[in-house]
């Protein structure tokens, strides 16, 4: 049983939080606009790719603002105070966009696109496709600054940008399924199949660009004749 006074606390913790998320929504919709340049952005870029060179970079593509729930679980978990202005300045990913491609050439060419567009900042890279987590996850992630001009100033916004090729979304998708499933303690048996399986899906990934490179040289080779 827990005792009324604890009890208590956390009712009022509770309501505090309620009313703390009601006031976070307000501040949140810059982050919105954000994900409308980004998008905007990566749709040209993938278009202009297509006229240029016949293949889509991206496969698709998707967006989204974290909850204010899941903002503040995310400052519970790195053991920060819950106020908006950590929220702001310690959560990277209160926007969110995932990029899936192809092949993995495609995610290097959609960062070096991103990277030189003059009005985009990119503040931290983290590549999982170089150096994996010991879990297997592969991804490669970046933080951007996007300029957001409103009616009386430009506020620059932080976005994550999560770039991945299918075989590496399927696994992350299934094993965040798991991860949760198992309240974050995932079998041993469990996380080494998971780890084959990434292994598989890189092998994958590889076998898919050896395929497609082997079609171009016979396109080329039938545009001799
Ligand atoms: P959710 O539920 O997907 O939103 P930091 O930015 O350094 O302060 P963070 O955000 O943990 O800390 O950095 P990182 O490593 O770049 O991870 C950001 C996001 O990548 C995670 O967001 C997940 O979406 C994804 N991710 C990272 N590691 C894994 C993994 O092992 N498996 C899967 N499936 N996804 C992963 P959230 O907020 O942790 O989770």
Redesign the pocket.
């Known amino acids: 049983m827990i005792p009324t006074e604890e009890l208590k606390k956390k009712v009022l913790e509770a309501e505090n939080l309620q009313s703390n998320l009601n006031e976070w929504k307000e501040q949140l919709f810059v982050y919105k606009f954000a994900l409308e340049e980004i998008n905007t952005k990566l749709k040209i870029l993938n278009e202009e790719y297509q006229y240029i060179h016949n293949h889509n970079p991206i496969e698709h593509m998707k967006s989204r603002i ?1 909850s204010p729930a ?1 903002i503040v679980k ?1 400052l519970q978990r ?1 053991g920060i105070d819950i106020t908006i202005e950590n929220a702001l300045e ?4 209160i926007a ?1 966009v995932r990029i899936t491609c192809s092949f993995i050439s495609d995610i290097y060419t959609m960062y070096e696109a991103i990277s030189r567009q003059d009005d985009i900042e990119v503040i931290r890279v ?1 590549d ?1 496709i170089k150096h994996p ?1 010991a ?1 297997g ?1 592969k ?1 490669l ?1 970046l ?1 951007v600054k996007i300029p957001v001009f409103l009616s009386n100033h430009v506020e620059k916004v932080k976005v ?1 940008i ?1 770039i991945r090729t299918i075989a590496m979304d399927f696994w ?2 299934l ?2 399924k798991i ?1 949760y499933k198992f309240d974050k303690e995932i079998p041993h048996e469990l996380q080494m199949e998971l780890k084959n399986a990434a292994e598989a899906a890189h092998f994958l990934d590889e076998k898919m660009k050896k395929i497609s490179d082997e079609v171009d040289l016979y396109k080329l080779e039938a545009m001799k004749i």
């Not at 310690?90 to 990913?93: C, E, K, P, S």
């Open positions: 974290k899941s995310k790195k310690h959560i990277h990913d969110g983290k999982y987590k879990n996850y991804s992630h933080i994550e999560q992350a998708s094993e965040h991860y």
